[in-house]
C-alpha cells in the first residue's frame, strides 16, 4: 500500500507536468519546458520496474481527478515520460 506522502509526489509531478505542458509560451519559455520535462522523465526511467509500475497506476487514478485536456495528459504521461 503507498503512502500518502508517495501518493501526493505524484500529484505534485503531474501538477508541475501541467504547468509545463499547458503554460503559455509568452510566460514560459517552451525549450525551458521540454528541459525539465526531460529531466522528470530521466529520473522516474531510473526507477525499478515495480516502482514505475506504481507510478504510472497512480497516474492513472490521479487522471481522474482533472477535466477535460488534463485528465488525458495525466493519464498519458507514463508513457510520455517513458516508464511504460
Request: proline fraction near 4%; glycine fraction near 2%.
Amino acid at each position: 500500500m503507498l503512502k500518502n506522502s508517495e501518493i501526493k509526489l505524484i500529484q505534485i509531478i503531474a501538477d508541475l507536468a501541467i504547468f509545463l505542458e499547458f503554460t503559455s509560451p509568452d510566460l514560459l519559455d517552451p525549450d525551458c519546458s521540454i528541459e525539465a520535462m526531460e529531466s522528470i522523465a530521466a529520473e522516474l526511467q531510473s526507477l525499478n520496474r515495480e516502482d514505475r509500475d506504481n507510478i504510472a497506476d497512480l497516474f492513472y487514478t490521479l487522471s481522474k481527478q482533472y477535466v477535460d485536456d488534463k485528465s488525458d495528459f495525466v493519464r498519458n504521461l507514463p508513457e510520455s515520460l517513458g516508464i511504460i
